[in-house]
Each structure stands twice: as structure tokens, then as C-alpha cells.
């Protein structure tokens, strides 16, 4: 029997039903939007960004990404894990032009807990604020709690950021 699942047979070439152009297609408002890898987030989070009037955006999708902007001290890989995102994120905001970005973040992080974190909602973003406002002052900021409702749905709860 076939050992391989439909998914993994080579597809060979596949073509879209989408343009290619030589450059990179510019929106109303360019946005970045920062989110963690958790799947929960990547089936919901096309869903809020639509909602928000965002067609195209920029991503950074990788575990526990609050963590990296969180202005506090790191040791070890986790320094150099905060460094590279935190410089992926100021390359595509100056590079891309972004004027907002968005950053989505949940209480049930497995890459906060793997990394022994006890931090709560406003704080993770309070402090990701910090550094956001210190080290791109000129961008916009939108800050999101994913949690799920009352009706198990995921929802997402808007956060303030600071002036
Ligand atoms: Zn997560």
C-alpha cells in the first residue's frame, strides 16, 4: 500500500490563480502582522485581519512572539531567539514601508510555557508596547488577545497600547 498520504505526493508544478509581479504589491495601509505558529491562530487570524479592512499584509508567524519584544533581559538561545525577530521585524517595517503593525498573542502559549513563563495579558503586552514605542516610535500599534468565548469560539480581544 501507498505509504504516501495524498498530501505529500510531489505535485510537480502548481500554478495559482494569482498575478505574480515583480513587485511587491502595495495596500492602502501597509500592515505587519505578528502572531504565534499555534495552527488555533493561523485557521482564525486571516479572519480578524479582514475584519480590521487589512487585504494584504506582512507576517511574522513564529512560536510565542510576544516573548521576543517583551523589553526584559535574555539569556542564552532566548537572546539570540528575541534578537532575530526583533530584526526581522524592524527590516520589513523599514523596508516595506509598514505604518502598523499587529501583534496577536495567547495565555496558553506552549512556547511560553516550554520556557517557564508566568505572565499575564496586559503585561506580555505592556512590555512588548515598551519596546515597540522605544525602538520604532513611528509605526502604529494594535495589540490582540486570542481567547476562546463563552461559546468556545475563538475570539479576539482587543489590548490598548500606550500613547
Ligand atoms: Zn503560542
New binding site residues.
Partial sequence: MDHLSTHSRPLGIFTTEIPWTSHIPTGAKETLVVY???KR?TIAIPELVSKLGIAHFFAIAI???TLAFMHVERKGYMRIYSYVVRECAKFLIHKAHIEEVVLI??D?????QEHGMDTHEHNDIQLADTWFKRFLPQIGRRYFLMHPDEQGMVAFKELPSTP
Fill in positions: 504565534c505558529s499555534d491562530g512560536p510565542g512572539p498573542h495567547h496558553d502559549c506552549r512556547w511560553k
